[in-house]
């Protein structure tokens, strides 16, 4: 019976040894987990948020890329054969990147809708920062074009190059300096000989910025957007606006096609213009600097 006693004792003072192991490393890990400051745990809910946003970013754009593959070669059909396809690429991942870290799905636009006007903005962007030659280049550019012009008319052939640098008052050397300059920035064509003979071609210059490859896509990407915007109008709010700004007709006459007086033409047409800008709005164009 003694035996039996001090077995259940030994057994029992275990047990309660046991006991405070486990609620003294409970206790530790609490007071360790106390310790941490509410900083600390900010911090590092943040750095796990900003993370999981960046991981998003990444897999969304690495989805889109073909859009912005697609985008570029449309837009490099238009442009001359030296623009280099893959600058268009670059600009437009940028863009891309741009729109994954602006998009909010809150607004119930699709991405892919939102993305590609971006996506179309930094690649003209990039375009339009292709400066091709400086403003004092670009003057010079200017002289000599005219100083050609009016020689030609004046001699009813095309000048030597003595008669133009005589013209514009330099040595034939530095004219010969010029046009190598010209040449090296595509302001006249490459193929433009420089012997002097009555058969000299006049050199080729460059079109009105209007007429640029840049200013032409942005154009037609705008007509584009316009039109479908357009197309969730009602049919007399699309004949107003179309006779408006397509015909060049005054509301009154407007009016008269219509058969409503011209204060009506007018709230029509302020109208569509209110119910067009949300449809641009909702894919993520505010103004027609997006283009």
Known sequence: MGISVTSRTRSARAKISRIDVKIGGKSNATLATAQESPETTRAAKAAAAEQARIELRDRVVLEHLPLV??????????????????DLVHAGILGLFDAASKYNPDKQVAFSSYA?????????????????????MRRRHKQVEAATRELASELKRNPTEHEIATKLGIEPERWRSMMLDLR????????TRTNDSEDLPAPDFPSKPETQPDSICAREQLRSVLGVAMQTLPERYQKVVSLYYTREMTMKEIGTI??????RVSQIHKAALEKMAVVL??????SSQAF
Do not use: T
């Open 69 to 86: 593959k697609a985008i570029a070669v449309r837009v490099h059909e238009n442009l001359p054969v030296h623009v280099d396809m893959d």
């Open 116 to 136: 590609k006007h971006r996506i179309k903005g930094a690649i003209l962007d990039s375009l339009r920062q292709l400066d091709w030659a400086s403003r004092d």
């Open 184 to 191: 090296n920035v595509g302001l006249i064509s490459a193929s």
């Open 258 to 263: 219509l058969g409503i007086n011209e204060s």
């Open 281 to 286: 709005e909702s894919n993520g164009i505010s």
